[in-house]
């Protein structure tokens, strides 16, 4: 039972009755269940085909819902969604007993957000239950930007698909765990770690541990192989000379003003001037235009180690492996 386009009020009343919905965000696009239902939660992982070791970001449309969510929401937490809410940055603080253990699989922590896509509040308002939601693609694969996207990787295993265009932001959240006393990220994402720790000083980085088993790592979206195009990509220095392997059907994907010669069978150029708000908005549906073009490798240019180029770089890295 797939309708897309649909009405806000008819994709609520699915979630609010236990169905799966796919909503736009300005990160990507979430798969929905209400997240207080856990035959609904369990429908996501099957949906995805996901390991029930990786737990699901909560979504909420206001600060007054979060508490029903969370038992504690500390000062940082205060400052950050002061700052960052709406926004790309997720939180995981103490969970409620009426979030299920499936959610957080089985941590203690639940990650939590207010998303800033006008779609995605008004339909979680609507709804009037927090909303479970990973991003709406097969386990591993390469996240959503376009309802087109959801439709391609999902097809009828979601119950219905709101359509509100491409995302803006175009890379997942920061996950950001405020479970110890130091605050520490477990994800690059959308909201940059430097505007986090001009607001709340130094934050610890988890760095994944290749010698543990993926169940075992700080973070589960920290598996290696992760948003990853079928297509072998090959990572090469931001401003290496960027050349085509001979032999081979070789494509591009670069940020723009970055050097390369030779004939590629095709160039993902992500923006004209090299602006890394731009690159991440494109960085997805590029990488689904290259995997598509019948190409034998794919050479991805590194971007500047600084803002959102650290994401994006995190990104390529495990589409990589
Ligand atoms: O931007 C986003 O974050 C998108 C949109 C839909 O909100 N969602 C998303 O979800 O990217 P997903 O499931 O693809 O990635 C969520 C990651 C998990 O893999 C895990 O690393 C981390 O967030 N996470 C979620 N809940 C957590 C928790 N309770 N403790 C630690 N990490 C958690
Ligand atoms: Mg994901």
């Known amino acids: 039972m797939t309708s897309w386009p649909t009405t806000l009020q008819s994709a609520a009343e699915l979630l609010r009755t236990g169905y799966l919905v796919a909503f736009p965000t300005e990160t990507v696009y979430g798969l929905g269940a209400d997240a207080t239902n856990p035959a609904a939660v369990a429908r996501i992982f099957e949906a995805k085909q996901r390991p029930t070791f990786d737990p699901l970001i909560v979504h909420v449309a206001k600060l007054a819902q979060v508490e029903s969510v969370v038992s504690q929401f500390p000062e940082t937490a205060r400052l950050l969604a002061t700052e960052f809410w709406p926004g790309p940055l997720t939180l995981v603080l103490p969970k409620r007993d009426i979030i299920p253990d499936l959610v957080t699989a089985g941590l203690s922590g639940v990650g939590i957000r207010i998303p800033r896509h006008p779609v995605a509040i008004e339909l979680l308002k609507a709804a009037g239950c927090p909303v479970a939601a990973p991003s709406a693609n097969p386990f591993g694969g390469i996240s959503p930007t376009t309802a087109q996207h959801v439709a391609d990787g999902l097809g009828s295993s979601v119950d219905c698909i709101v359509d509100g265009g491409p995302c803006a932001v175009g890379l997942e959240s920061t996950v950001l765990s405020l479970m110890t006393e130091r605050p520490v ?97 494109n960085f997805f549906a590029a990488m689904r235009t290259l995997d598509a073009s019948d190409l034998d490798v794919i050479i991805g240019h590194e971007f500047p180690p600084h803002g959102l180029g650290v994401a994006l770089n995190d990104r390529l890295r495990r589409a990589a492996h």
């Open 185 to 281: 990220l477990l994800r690059h994402g959308g909201c940059p770690l430097e505007d986090i720790e001009r607001l709340i000083g130094p934050v610890e980085i988890a760095r994944s541990d290749p010698s543990r088993d993926d169940a075992a790592q700080p973070a589960p979206g920290m598996l290696s192989r992760h948003y990853a195009p079928a297509t072998r990509l090959i990572v090469i220095p931001h401003q290496q000379l960027a050349e085509p392997i001979a032999g081979l059907r070789c494509g591009l994907l670069t940020a723009g003003k970055q050097p390369f010669s030779g004939r590629f069978v095709r160039i993902e150029t992500l923006s004209d001037d090299g602006n890394l708000q731009t690159c991440a908005a």
